[in-house]
């Protein structure tokens, strides 16, 4: 079966500081997807990142940073230097190769930063 | 207008009515899906359709009704709900049915039900 764990339902940390958002993820195919969305207060989720299962080299977007190690089957999400805008809820989420593109969703992190 | 745009934003309804949901895209996607977000649970998907054809019906109840009449629009018709079913409901839609383009999402409706 599938799945995806977030474990860390709500984090709070104050501006500038950095953040780290977990997942992990369970799957027996060798060809997957995996995904980060953010949803903000209004209420639309927002695609950050996509990852295939074949590539394992880390990407950095800004503050933005993921870290994706199939050995242990997590997909972790940094936030450096933390802001306010950041406050939102954050979803990882796992898509099979070839399985109609239906996409299997974390519970979510909400992240509230504060000034 | 692009992305995937969902009408109305909020809705309120009483349990004995009818009313229904509309989500349109205009990015050449050819699956939609519609999500239920209740509050402090995670996304549950609804239903699926590719190319304009259900192909995924997780279990939901038959007073939420999906039509899709082209690969353009989807929407959710509602009726006798009930207060549990106050949520945010999204749309999505997908470019492919292989998994790796990931969904682009509408900006849900927040349905109250009294």
């Known amino acids: 079966a599938q799945k995806v764990t977030q474990a860390q339902t709500e984090i709070s940390v104050v501006e500038k500081e950095d953040v780290t958002l977990d997942c992990v993820y369970e799957?027996?195919?060798?060809?997957?997807?995996l995904f980060w969305y953010k949803q903000p207060p209004s209420g639309e989720l927002v695609f950050l990142i996509r990852r295939n299962s074949f590539d394992e080299q880390n990407e950095i977007s800004g503050r933005y940073s993921w870290n994706f190690q199939k050995s242990t089957s997590s997909f972790n999400f940094t936030i450096t230097a933390s802001q306010v805008v950041d406050s939102a809820v954050y979803f990882c989420?796992?898509?099979?190769?070839?399985?109609?593109?239906?996409?299997?969703f974390g519970q979510g992190t909400e992240l509230s930063v504060k000034p | 207008e692009t992305g995937v745009t969902q009408t109305p934003r909020h809705l309120v309804m009483g349990m004995t009515n009818k009313k229904s949901l509309k989500c349109e895209q205009h990015?050449?996607?050819?699956?939609m899906y519609w999500y239920k977000q209740s509050a402090k649970k995670p996304l549950e998907l609804m239903f699926v359709y590719n190319f304009k054809e259900q192909t995924e019906n997780n279990s939901v109840p038959s007073r939420f009704s999906p039509e899709c009449p082209n690969s353009s629009h989807l929407f959710l018709h509602l009726h006798t709900l009930q207060p549990e079913d106050s949520a945010l409901y999204l749309c999505?839609?997908?470019?492919?049915?292989?998994?790796?383009?990931?969904?682009?999402f509408g900006s849900g409706t927040r349905l109250t039900v009294v």
């Open positions: 799957t027996r195919d060798t060809t997957y997807y």
């Open positions: 999505a839609s997908s470019q492919d049915k292989n998994g790796g383009y990931g969904y682009t």
């Open positions: 989420a796992l898509s099979r190769y070839n399985q109609g593109g239906k996409l299997i």
């Open positions: 990015l050449g996607h050819n699956a």
